[in-house]
């Protein structure tokens, strides 16, 4: 039997570390304020990054970190002051994509393992094994890769060298991220974090003699998003995937919410272990769907790994998210005997409305809200101000951290 694989999760901040930790990760990754692709995340200061790892490893948790920008002679030349200043940070490995930072942290770091980022685009068995050698413990697969290739892959390297691919979020139009179109439209460089996703903007076509003149290249009104690509969602393909001989699913989204980072490890988690339960009897939950369908995303598919994507891979009529829940809160406390939850608001809510209580381990159920107080006892018919406290009674018995979620009301 296939051994379970890691469950990876995004961590942008040290918020969504706790939450990917709490609802079920095995390891999350992180990016610190330099070397890391995700610069519009809020990313780790030194004194984060020692807390995350604190709370992590006292859970049996590990913590990458990210670095794998694609380094300019400047970057280089500050790598050594990077290093300096990540001693006694027990991380369990540290992503690099570039073949000098990789020398560079073998000099610096000699114990420290290090994977090999997607941004190398792995595709095939002899570059795994050449980083193999080199020194590398773990190879991050590029996202152009069918279930199939990674199975020869997984024949054709040393068993200790673990395979590492993502299983759900946002796709890049450009080979494994290697895109310059941003750089050249804009002036920020994608390789260096600051990418600013010109393939999700609307095209048109214009003629050389005929300056002015838009030309029709869409389907509808809206317009045209040619390079826009469907969101990866693997989660009914559970088996296939453990069978290709991946080591660890990785989930994208540094930039995205803590509830979106609670939602996805939690689907997954619970699908990895009910498969694993019982792989000769194991069915996919469609209810699991259901749930990563509640969190702000692009339509789904299923990437490069059942096949090449045809047309049917992009969204060509917008560059919107499709988004059906807000998060409006957060459980801290519950209160067993008067079965009284407090809850930090995250978005206005009201006396009467229809909720959902999504929590570690448990399916989430519905209730309506009634009898709210703020934090002086005070009864309320509305919580309106950003992080204010909240005391409600549960129809159900709340554990910290619960996210409470609410569909959006389209009419209003």
Known sequence: MNKKPELLAPGGSLEKLKTAVIYGADA????????????????????????????AHERGKKVYLTANIIPHNKDIDNLKA???????????GILVADLGMFSLFREYMPDMPLHISTQANNVNYASARMWHRLGAKRVVLAREMSLDEIKEIRSKVPGDLELEAFVHGAMCISYSG???????????????GQCAHPCRWNYS???????????????????????????????????ELVKSG?????????????????????????????Y??????????????????KVSHRPYYTGFYLGRPDENAQVYA???????????????????????????????????????????????????????KNENGESITVAPHAAMTVIMPTDEPVTENAVIRKRINRAN
């Open 82 to 92: 990077f290093t300096d200043d990540l001693r006694g940070l027990e991380f369990d």
């Open 318 to 372: 917008s560059s919107s998210y499709i988004r059906d829940y807000d998060i409006i809160g957060v459980v801290r406390e519950y209160d067993e005997k008067t079965k009284l939850a407090v809850i930090t608001q995250k978005n206005r809510f009201f006396e009467g409305d229809e909720i959902e209580i999504m929590q570690p381990g448990k399916p989430f159920f519905k209730q309506t809200v009634r009898d709210m």
């Open 28 to 55: 999350v990754y992180i990016g610190g304020e330099a070397y890391s692709l995700r610069a519009a995340a809020e990313n780790f200061s030194a004194e984060d990054m020692r807390r995350g790892l604190d709370f």
């Open 205 to 239: 076509l214009t003629e050389q003699t005929r300056p002015g003149e838009y030309f029709d290249i869409y389907e509808n009104e809206r317009g045209s998003f040619i390079f826009n690509s469907k969101d990866l969602c693997t989660i009914a393909h559970i088996p």
């Open 246 to 274: 991946i080591d660890s699913f990785k989930i994208e989204g540094r930039v995205k919410t803590a509830y979106y980072t609670a939602t996805v490890v939690k689907a997954y988690r619970e699908e990895i272990d009910r």
């Open 178 to 192: 290697r895109c310059l179109l941003s750089n050249y439209m804009t002036g920020r460089d994608s390789n260096m």
């Open 276 to 293: 694993f339960e019982d792989p000769q009897n194991y069915a996919f939950d469609e209810k699991q769907l259901e749930e990563l369908c």
